[in-house]
Nanobody, 119 residues
Framework: QVQLVESGGGLVQAGGSLRLSCSAS????????MGWYRQAPGKRREFVAT???????SYEDFVKGRFSIFRDNTKNTVYLQMNDLKPEYTGVYYC?????????????WGQGTQVTVSS
């Protein structure tokens, strides 16, 4: 199993920046992909960004050019740098990882960290 702990959320004004962190522990050698998802109030959880073990990244169209995902494999940590924030980015941000162990895939989630962008 993999445990994920997020940090770095908070309240920021529109146009500001935040950096989220997600530290993984447990069976970290099984990790193949790490990412971030956002759940706005009253809405379903949606994809924000992912990064593979090889460093390949993917972003939601709405955040391209504003958000950057990167990871420090020595610390088993993935980061989400969020710049030029907008009120519509408000929500709970969840860290996510996909693992494969003996051919079996598993998905793990962190507890989430609140990001609130004021106008």
């Amino acid at each position: 199993q993999v445990q994920l702990v997020e940090s770095g959320g908070g309240l920021v004004q529109a146009g500001g920046s935040l950096r989220l962190s997600c530290s993984a522990s447990g069976s970290v050698n099984d990790i193949r992909l790490m990412g971030w998802y956002r759940q706005a109030p009253g809405k379903r959880r949606e994809f924000v960004a992912t990064i593979s073990n090889g460093g390949d990244t993917s972003y939601e169209d709405f955040v391209k050019g504003r958000f950057s995902i990167f990871r420090d494999n020595t610390k088993n940590t993935v980061y989400l740098q969020m710049n030029d924030l907008k009120p519509e980015y408000t929500g709970v941000y969840y860290c996510n990882t996909n693992t494969i162990r003996f051919g079996t895939q598993a998905i793990y989630w962190g507890q989430g960290t609140q990001v609130t962008v004021s106008s």
